[in-house]
């Protein structure tokens, strides 16, 4: 199994997510219930109206849900597959300064891991990622729907 840390998985976004790395988005925490990611608003990655670009707001979400998702299968030691599906967003507040992305939806992945490793059949579950500025006011949510399947 690998092991999951912080300052393996901000390599990974290096080598094999390098649009992601160079934005700013930075890995913080990871356990088996939650991740949690961040993103400061610079030249880089904003928008023509001075916040962050909703794409690296994309970005970090999404992160934070997959990162969730890989650290399961790891976990299970069994062969998985895993692809979004489905994808929505929203967002309530101008994103500016340090941005914090969290997941916690680590025990809906644990279920349906254990489900496709029993039964044999693909999964999909729905994760959500939910963006904070500083003053810990959500400016942006996020909806990923996760398909999973054991690989033959």
């Known amino acids: 199994m690998t ?13 094999k997510l390098p649009s992601a790395y160079f934005s700013g988005i930075r890995v913080t925490s990871i356990n088996n219930k939650e ?7 610079q030249w880089i990655n904003q928008n023509p109206f001075k916040s962050l670009y ?3 707001q994309g970005m970090a979400s999404e992160l934070v849900t ?13 062969k998985i597959s895993m692809l979004v599906t489905k994808q ?3 967002f309530t507040k101008k994103a500016t300064g340090k941005i914090t ?3 916690s939806d ?21 994760m959500t990622a939910e963006g904070f500025n500083e003053e810990y ?4 949510k996020f909806e990923y729907e996760w398909s999973i399947k054991v690989k033959d």
Do not use: P
């Not at 092991?3 to 080598?15: E, P, Q, R």
């Not at 991740?35 to 608003?41: D, E, G, N, S």
């Not at 489900?115 to 059949?121: M, V």
């Open 66 to 78: 997959g990162i969730l998702v890989m650290k399961q299968i790891d976990k299970s030691g069994k």
């Open 106 to 126: 680590g025990d809906i992945i644990k279920k349906a891991i254990d489900k496709t490793i029993a039964t044999g059949e693909g999964q999909n579950i729905v």
């Open 137 to 140: 006011e959500s400016v942006s």
């Open 35 to 41: 991740a949690m990611a961040t993103v400061k608003h």
């Open 88 to 90: 929505n967003g929203s």
């Open 3 to 15: 092991k999951f840390t912080v300052k393996k998985l901000n390599i990974f976004l290096l080598f």
């Open 101 to 103: 992305f969290i997941c």
């Open 54 to 56: 909703w794409a690296t």
